[in-house]
């Protein structure tokens, strides 16, 4: 099978450690659909798989979901970390799961949470807007008008806001007490599992090493946190404490699920989901948020456009869920956008028994990766992948393309269930926010990284300026 040889003793180690997407890229491009790499020395080497087809990766998510796994070493790494939730279960354990939390995200369900979305933005609108402050010349944009301008850095208070958002939908009137905490041992945990989970070298994790340490630091308090707020939650039978709740949180749904073919779920159990959800809903759809907002600092008549049809749509009020519908143009620039930026730009799979892919065999017990990163940039399946264009994703353009030729939420029976949530989440928040500020860029370009999630490793900072 082809793939790159890297160097003599660490193969394409010192490659994918520097620039793992970069890496894949190149390896796409030189060597095919279907490419096998190496990494490491002789005797603790990685070989994995990596495949970059629509038709390779519906292969591997969909269709023979049955022969390629999440018995890959990353998920066992995330499952030591968070727990056995919805992301990292199998078989009947997996199906259990999906059944008593299906109905927690119908779209009747998620629809009901478009208002706390909508809150949540304008409380960072309302934010911003303190910040502004009148402009120097050297501050001000190249062909501005003269105003008051503010720069942010859209990583930053994308994460907060879907940090809080996410929290909120859990949590309800316990939000406080998770959001502070949430944020500053997920990233600790997100660095630890990503380098353990593809790292051919993996100390025990009681080892008292100063990663493992940190690690199970932030791990203890994450728990502490979440079980704190279940056992208030369970001794009053899943009804939150204050008095003026605005509808019914996850945590509160969680609390009441059950049927009789699968009971309900204990304490740790809730726990475990609700700490996979704080995973996956928060910096997936962060990163969609930014990245979004940045393109369009990046191209005025975009952000132009997008911005005309929210005025149109929405006039002054709050965006509902009714109007999403209504809103096709700043739908397929958030779709752009996540082609650009996937959230989840590697997703990993180990096969359980040989099966050929693309014409290549692929032996039983191989570490197997698809990338949206890839396949969503590569110019035989998207003309000029690097430019931003928004037109790709109409209708009959979406109709005309192989279903795995977009693929963030991954696919298959292990899709995203969340997928609508962050759909709705990253339009209503963009919406409020295009309606209230310009953007303007300051960071051009914005460097990436693999993680559990795609991590931004620079800031993407934006001048602002409040609309009249």
């Known amino acids: ?13 010192i490659d994918l450690r520097r620039d793992t997407l970069g890496t894949f890229e190149r390896a796409r491009r030189e060597h095919g659909d279907v490419v096998r790499l190496v990494a490491g020395p002789p005797g603790l080497r990685s070989v994995f798989y990596a ?69 949540e933005a304008a409380a960072v609108a309302d934010r911003w807007r303190a910040a502004l402050a009148p402009s120097t010349p050297a501050e001000a944009p190249a062909g501005g008008t003269a105003g008051a301008w503010a720069t942010v850095d859209l990583v930053t208070e994308m994460n907060r806001l879907a940090l809080r958002t996410v929290s909120r939908v859990l949590f309800g009137t316990d939000v406080e007490a998770a959001v502070e905490v949430v944020h500053r041992c997920l990233p600790v945990i997100n660095t630890y599992v990503v380098r353990r989970g ?187 992948p690097e430019r931003f264009d928004p037109e790709r994703f109409t209708a009959e353009q979406e109709a005309a393309r192989h279903r795995y030729t977009w693929f963030p939420f991954g696919g298959g029976p292990r899709a995203c269930i969340g997928q609508y949530f962050s759909m709705l989440e990253s339009l209503s928040a963009i919406a409020v926010l295009l309606r209230a500020y310009e953007f303007e860029a300051v960071d051009a370009h914005v460097p990436v990284a693999a993680g559990i999630t795609l991590q931004a490793k620079g800031p993407a900072r934006v001048r602002l300026r409040q609309r009249t």
């Open 198 to 384: 593809f790292s051919p070298l993996r100390p025990p994790r009681h080892w008292p090493t100063p990663g493992n340490r940190r690690a199970a630091d932030a791990t203890a308090r994450m728990f502490e946190v979440c079980d704190r707020i279940i056992a208030r939650r369970r001794r009053t039978n899943g009804v939150p404490a204050a008095a003026a709740q605005e509808g019914e949180d996850l945590l509160t749904l969680l609390a009441r699920a059950g049927n009789e073919e699968d009971g309900r779920l204990d304490a740790t159990e809730m726990r475990e989901q609700v700490l996979i959800f704080l995973l996956a809903g928060h910096e997936t759809t962060a990163t969609s948020m930014a990245f979004t907002l940045h393109l369009l600092s990046r191209h005025p008549q975009e952000q132009r456009r997008a911005r005309e049809e929210v005025d149109r749509v929405l006039g002054g009020r709050a965006p509902t869920a009714d109007d999403l519908g209504r809103l096709p143009y700043l739908t397929r620039v958030l779709k752009e956008a996540m082609r650009l930026y996937p959230a989840a730009p590697v997703i990993s799979r180990r096969s359980v028994e040989a099966a050929r892919i693309g014409g290549f065999r692929v032996p039983a017990g191989a570490d197997v990766i698809v990338s949206p990163w890839v396949t969503q940039r590569n110019p035989e399946l998207w003309p000029e």
């Open 1 to 13: 099978m082809p793939g790159p040889k890297g160097l003599p003793l660490l193969a394409s180690m």
């Open 51 to 119: 495949v970059f087809s629509p038709a390779g990766a519906q292969q591997v998510l969909a269709t023979g979901s049955t022969v390629f796994r999440k018995d890959h070493p990353f998920y066992e790494e995330v499952r030591q970390s968070l727990g056995n939730g919805l992301l990292t279960s199998q078989d009947a354990d997996y199906l259990r799961q999906r059944r008593l939390v299906q109905p927690l995200f119908t779209k009747r369900r998620v629809d009901g949470y478009a208002g706390t979305v909508a809150e």
